[in-house]
């Protein structure tokens, strides 16, 4: 992933890398609260072409091409199993999904950097 792509959503967001909340996510640590944090996350989907700017899903399998092959196609299963979770606010909803997917697919974390 680009790096300037999450410069910018750390600016947009309002979240400072010396965040603790920014290392749990690199991690895969879900369990927090951070409203920026969540927007971070959305951010990051929008930038990389998983979510539109009106938090709808785009063209999944286009998104899912920078993934490595073997995981392109079980990761679309599973964005379809998560797409559906519900959020808060569509900070939350784009956190909740990813959240729900690292759960479903921790390799990613070795593959993508979130952060």
């Given at each position: 992933?680009?790096?300037?792509?999450?410069?910018?959503?750390?600016?947009?967001?309002?979240?400072?890398?010396?965040?603790?909340?920014?290392?749990?996510?690199?991690?895969?640590?879900?369990?927090?609260?951070?409203?920026?944090?969540?927007c971070y996350v959305r951010?990051?989907?929008?930038?990389?072409?998983?979510?539109?700017?009106?938090?709808?899903?785009?063209?999944?399998?286009?998104?899912?091409?920078?993934?490595?092959?073997?995981?392109?196609?079980?990761?679309?299963?599973?964005?379809?199993?998560?797409?559906?979770?519900?959020?808060?606010?569509?900070?939350?909803?784009?956190?909740?999904?990813?959240?729900?997917?690292?759960?479903?697919?921790?390799?990613?974390?070795?593959?993508?950097?979130?952060?």
């Amino acid at each position: 992933m680009k790096a300037d792509i999450k410069r910018e959503c750390r600016k947009q967001s309002m979240v400072s890398w010396g965040k603790e909340s920014l290392k749990k996510l690199k991690t895969g640590d879900f369990e927090q609260d951070d409203p920026r944090v969540k927007c971070y996350v959305r951010c990051f989907m929008i930038k990389n072409g998983i979510l539109n700017d009106k938090g709808q899903w785009t063209d999944l399998e286009k998104a899912l091409q920078h993934l490595p092959k073997f995981m392109q196609e079980s990761s679309w299963e599973i964005f379809q199993r998560c797409k559906s979770v519900s959020g808060d606010d569509p900070c939350d909803k784009a956190f909740q999904v990813a959240k729900c997917y690292v759960k479903l697919q921790p390799l990613i974390l070795d593959f993508v950097s979130f952060v």
